[in-house]
């Protein structure tokens, strides 16, 4: 299926491989169907593109390769929908700030987008955990990790 994008013209698709977000995402509801695309090769960063506007796309990125810490608690109703029998069976994503100064590039951890990939269902979901916010520092993350691992 061709897909028309603002950002990389237009794109070839296979069906199977778009994601459904029954609820939308929060601001969008109206837009259901995402394809998830690689920015560059062996990179971290992704670009989730509507399908039907061309113009909505976000950067995403699995949040545990910068905080490798992060680990959300779900509630039962949190995953409603995404008929997974174990959290286990489930992606993390989240939505990526990128600005002109791509070193203050935030990323929001207070709601992920959940994904089931075998059944190409989502939700973004909003937990209620304090320690995270809708900014927090990708590429201080990132040193802060190379520095323990170097």
Request: aromatic letters at 8%.
């Amino acid at each position: 299926m061709e897909v028309p994008t603002k950002r990389f013209g237009t794109i070839n698709v296979d069906e199977h491989k778009i994601l459904r977000f029954p609820e939308g995402l929060i601001g969008f509801p109206e837009y259901r169907r995402y394809i998830v695309l690689d920015l560059d090769k062996g990179g971290f960063l992704q670009w989730l593109q509507c399908v039907d506007e061309a113009s909505l796309g976000f950067v995403i990125l699995d949040p545990r390769v910068p905080f490798v810490d992060y680990d959300p608690v779900f509630t039962p109703e949190d995953l409603e929908g995404l008929e997974a029998s174990s959290a286990d069976e489930l992606v993390l994503l989240c939505v990526v700030t990128v600005p002109q100064d791509v070193k203050q590039m935030t990323a929001n951890l207070l709601a992920p987008l959940v994904i089931n990939p075998a059944k190409r269902l989502g939700k973004q979901v909003i937990i209620s955990d304090p320690k995270y916010t809708t900014k927090h520092q990708v590429f201080s993350a990132l040193r802060n990790l190379m520095k323990r691992t170097g």
